[in-house]
């Protein structure tokens, strides 16, 4: 028994370590981890078992011989496959089941110590490829929304399918064989491929050539707006429809419309290309293929004559003098514009409708007869200016105005003016004034409606007369108002006056009873000049007690009109320099209204309470229905904008820019003037004084404006930046107005500003400076005047188009004086020219090509220099403008002739072609009404001069203005206005003959 046991136990011991031997010696080596290098294939599919081969270093088996005992492992990403079939220490193989899940897979090798190896993403498991059969339908309509049925094999859920290249919405999976979806809504008419993609890794794909087609339906067309355009300047228009796929072509008659963009199925836009005959045009839209069917919409539109004609792009808006309601008929607004004229509106506003031009400075409806009014114009216009209408401004009567008053005083106040019609006694009209023209000032009265007139001074100690008023119980008490802040009362109808106080210093602006109450009396001063501005009222009886109103405590108060709200006790309304307010309380307590911004006058509607209108500073004419609660603009045909300069973009005639008085910024039209946008400049607060279009990058705008230069880099669009022209410390309490911009041709960044230096009205502080930079107006220099030296103001500045870096300044303000000084190094240096000859310059032009420089002193004459300011001349006959408010060259019209020289004037628009030796009217209308500023853009083909004007009256006979009460001729509205001439290249060619010489 016991030797048994011994020989078991030597036998275990034996194939112990017959073990350790084999595994030392038949193994592969497990001294350190696998790497895994390569697999082959890297993508399989799923739909059957697939063997792969791994390529790497240090696959480990155990081994019985040549027999595999412990394979190494292989993983996909965690998911086993079980032992690997060992070749070797480099290579493996392994089979990957079919319906294994698709993916991308990392590879992992495990030893059978453990030890592993990894190779990420090795391995790709996808879908098999789907095989299309069939679609139906095969084709469709544009706009439709058809559903597809796909046939084929091999579809998995939930594939993708697309036309082309758009995927279809909604894929349904129906089984392996069968999916639905729709033709997707953005497809354009055309002939398409079908794909259909298995989902995964790989994107298995089968593709199904010319498989679809979206056809185009027939358009129809139902409008097109504009409907009409003139034919010098390519016009955008927008048609509308149904049934417009992308993207059609679009003609009139035979004239293809440029530029044609899909909107949507119902509309698109196109321009209408220049130049085209004038005419009434059928429209055709034809989509694209396939399809290609047509629809036309006949007379759609028509060219009017835009070439030789001046086409109006009107500004609706601007400073309103006046707003007054007929008292029997409401809804009949009158708005009066001091430099353009009288508008009338029949809705209560909605729309506006000019009636007198060029100038509306006061006006009055008669109490006794509302269908009569008054209008009174600025005294400097070349001709009449009294005017009465009997018929609500449809016809008027000139009438003769004369002040045999002659003041000596030395306080200007030119201008001020009023007329009051009496409101009980017919035909009783009394005019007043304030150095009204060449001196005469006080109080006439008329008794048979303005025809003739007698002074009504008797007792006046002071005859600078500002403002009159009636007392509501008895008219013939009247209380009249001075230049010096007198106050003076009237019992008997202005036969007689007394003197009764003075309870302001300065100028009485406003003078106003109220007809309602006590009949307290309320008056305003300091709308003029450097007068302390306060607002008082006075309810005794002799008005030599007054008390102050201060609607802001502590703050002047500059009132331009007071009105007094008839249907609720001791309401009053006044208008300011910052906006309106309203106390309904006599004045104890004061609340802001209306809209934030200067007001000149408040109309109260007189049935109802809670109608108002602001006549504004800057924006038109305001209404409110609901007391001031919200506010709207009604502007529409209100065209009170002045442009006092424009300013074009090279090469781009439909862009120009308008610069209008008192407007915190500029307009920018894109459309030749005929729609305008306002872009606001800084804080919106101010006025722009220059603007200027870089003339190396059109896209930079400079605007000057409150002592600043503020730059735009994306068209005017905004402003984001602004730099101070820094006074010399003399003008450092002073304003500063940069009121003339240059850029300079062939120097990009190269800016220059001329500045006015104003101090208020004593002559002894004015002055004025050039500004430069070299950096496109990041920082700025003052270059001229240096050290103590004084200029003037400068009003202008401009180059020589032949030799830009020779540049000239116009200077000086009228009553102190200035010249014309001159650069030769872009602005660096400068030196006066024509001293002793040229006192006063406002504008300056160099003469294309010749050297000569043009310069205006605002009225007759011109001076005309030929040796770069050495010298001037004056032309020997002077048949422009008399009154000059620009001056412009614009290329001539035909090849090589000469440069046209054109005088914008209170008279009209006039040319000259031989350097102001001899002038003519402009064509058309604007050769007859005042003109203020001029811009001009060539191209290749075209010169269009835009120019800016107050409007005015046309007659058929050589009038100017309106000087008769017939009402034939054309009323001209304000706004900005083109003029387009084709440009004459052609040239003739003449043979050449050569001959042997003999």
């Given at each position: 028994m016991k030797r048994q046991i011994c020989v078991i136990v030597t036998a275990v011991l034996i194939s112990a370590a017959m073990l350790l031997v084999l595994l030392h010696v038949l193994a592969a080596p497990l001294d350190g981890a696998p790497t895994i290098t390569g697999i082959d294939p890297t993508s399989i599919t799923n739909d059957s078992d697939n063997s792969i081969a791994i390529s790497g270093a240090g696959f480990a088996a155990v081994l019985s011989g040549t027999e595999v005992i412990t394979p190494p492992t292989v993983y996909l990403d965690s998911t086993s496959l079980g032992g690997a079939r060992w070749a070797s220490t480099t290579t493996l193989t392994i089979t990957v089941p079919m319906a294994f899940p698709v993916g991308v897979y990392t590879v992992t090798v495990a030893n059978p110590d453990g030890q592993s190896g990894s190779l990420a993403d090795g391995i790709t498991v996808q879908y098999s490829a789907p095989v299309l059969l069939g679609l139906s339908p095969v084709s469709s309509t544009y706009g439709q929304a058809a559903m597809l049925v796909i046939t084929g094999t091999g579809f998995v859920p939930t594939p993708t399918v697309a036309l082309g290249e758009t995927l279809c919405p909604a894929v349904v999976y129906v089984s392996s064989t069968t999916l639905t979806t729709t033709v997707p809504g953005g497809l354009f008419p055309g002939v398409y491929d079908l794909a259909v993609t298995n989902p995964g890794p790989g994107d298995p794909q089968d593709v199904l050539a010319d498989a679809f087609t979206l056809y185009s339906p027939t358009p129809i067309v139902t409008g097109v707006d504009p409907g009409s355009a003139p034919n010098d300047l390519d016009s955008l228009v927008v048609i509308t429809g149904t049934n417009f796929a992308p993207t059609p072509t679009v003609a009139l008659e035979t004239t293809p419309l440029q530029t044609v963009t899909w909107l949507s199925s119902t509309r698109l836009s196109a321009l209408v290309p220049w130049g085209m005959d004038v005419n009434t045009y059928n429209l055709t839209v034809t989509n694209p293929s396939p399809g290609a069917a047509s629809g036309m919409l006949s007379d759609a539109f028509t060219v009017t004559q835009g070439i030789g004609v001046w086409n109006a792009g009107e500004l609706y808006g601007g400073e309103i003098a006046e707003v007054d309601i007929n008292p029997l008929t409401p809804a009949t607004l009158y708005a009066s514009v001091g430099s353009v004229g009288l508008f009338r509106s029949r809705d209560g506003g909605d729309s506006w409708s000019l009636k007198l031009a060029p100038s509306a400075n006061s006006l009055a409806i008669d109490p006794l007869s509302p269908n009569r009014i008054y209008v009174h114009g600025f005294p400097h216009q070349p001709l009449q200016n009294h005017f009465r209408s009997d018929d609500e401004g449809e016809t008027w009567i000139p009438l003769t105005i004369t002040f045999p008053i002659t003041f000596t005083s030395d306080y200007d106040c030119w201008g001020g003016f009023g007329i009051h019609p009496h409101p009980t006694t017919p035909g009783t009209v009394y005019v007043h004034a304030c150095d009204f023209g060449e001196g005469s000032s006080g109080l006439i009265v008329s008794t048979n409606w303005g025809q003739d007139w007698e002074p009504a001074i008797n007792g006046l100690t002071n005859t600078q007369v500002t403002a009159l008023?009636?007392?509501?119980?008895?008219?013939?008490?009247?209380?009249?108002?001075?230049?010096?802040?007198?106050?003076?009362?009237?019992?008997?109808?202005?036969?007689?006056?007394?003197?009764?106080?003075?309870?302001?210093?300065?100028?009485?602006?406003?003078?106003?009873?109220?007809?309602?109450?006590?009949?307290?009396?309320?008056?305003?001063?300091?709308?003029?000049?450097?007068?302390?501005?306060?607002?008082?009222?006075?309810?005794?009886?002799?008005?030599?007690?007054w008390t102050v109103m201060e609607p802001e405590p502590g703050q002047p108060i500059c009132a331009w009109s007071i009105d007094f709200a008839s249907t609720i006790s001791r309401t009053v309304f006044i208008a300011c320099s910052n906006h309106g307010y309203k106390t309904a309380d006599g004045g104890d307590t004061w609340v802001p209204f209306g809209p934030d911004a200067p007001i000149h006058d408040i109309a109260l509607h007189p049935t109802e309470a809670g109608t108002i209108y602001l006549a504004g500073y800057l924006d038109g004419v305001h209404k409110t229905t609901d007391g001031g609660a919200t506010w709207q603009v009604v502007n529409q045909g209100l065209t009170a904008m002045v442009p006092e300069q424009l300013v074009t973009v090279p090469n781009q005639p439909e862009i120009v820019y308008a610069r209008v008085d008192f407007q915190p910024g500029v307009f920018k039209s894109t459309r030749g003037g005929t729609t305008w946008l306002f872009s606001h400049v800084g804080d919106g607060h101010g006025s722009a004084d220059s603007m200027l279009v870089d003339p190396t990058d059109p896209t930079r705008i400079y605007v000057g404006m409150n002592g600043r230069v503020y730059v735009s880099t994306d068209g005017g669009g905004t402003w984001p930046t602004y730099v101070e022209l820094v006074p010399p410390p003399q003008y450092s309490d002073c304003g500063q107005f940069p009121k003339a911009l240059l850029g300079i041709p062939g120097q990009p960044g190269t800016l220059l500003a001329g500045v006015s230096q104003w101090c208020g009205p004593s002559p002894t502080q004015q002055g004025g400076g050039i500004y430069r930079s070299t950096d496109y107006g990041e920082h700025w220099a003052r270059v001229y005047p240096t050290h103590a030296q004084e200029i003037s103001a400068v009003n202008d500045l401009a180059y020589d188009p032949a030799s830009?870096?020779?540049?000239?300044?116009?200077?000086?303000?009228?009553?102190?004086?200035?010249g014309v000084f001159k650069s030769i190094d872009g602005g660096a240096t400068w030196e006066p020219v024509g001293a002793g000859v040229i006192d006063l310059a406002l504008n300056i032009v160099v003469e294309p090509g010749t050297h000569r420089v043009f310069v205006s002193k605002g009225c007759l004459p011109l001076y005309v220099s030929n040796d770069g300011g050495g010298t001037w001349t004056t032309p020997t006959e002077y048949g422009g403008g008399h009154n000059i408010a620009d001056l412009l060259f614009a290329p001539s019209v035909a090849l090589g002739g000469p440069p046209v020289l054109y005088d914008a004037a209170l008279q009209g628009l006039y040319r000259s072609t031989d350097g102001a030796q001899s002038w003519s009217p402009a064509a058309g209308v604007l050769g007859q009404v005042p003109v203020y500023s001029l811009a001009v853009v060539t191209t290749s083909d075209r010169v269009i001069l835009y120019a800016g004007t107050t409007g005015g009256h046309v007659q058929d006979d050589t009038a100017r203005m309106l000087d008769t009460a017939s009402s034939d001729g054309t009323l001209v509205s304000a706004g900005v206005y083109r003029y387009t001439t084709r440009r004459r290249t052609d040239r003739a060619y003449l043979p050449v003959v050569l001959k042997a010489y003999e």
């Open positions: 008023a009636f007392h509501p119980d008895n008219p013939d008490i009247m209380y009249l108002g001075t230049a010096g802040g007198d106050i003076f009362h009237s019992s008997d109808g202005a036969a007689s006056w007394t003197y009764a106080s003075k309870p302001v210093v300065g100028y009485v602006a406003t003078l106003a009873v109220n007809p309602f109450g006590d009949h307290e009396v309320w008056v305003s001063s300091g709308n003029a000049f450097d007068d302390p501005c306060v607002l008082l009222k006075s309810a005794n009886a002799g008005l030599t007690a830009p870096t020779v540049i000239y300044a116009a200077t000086g303000l009228i009553d102190y004086g200035g």
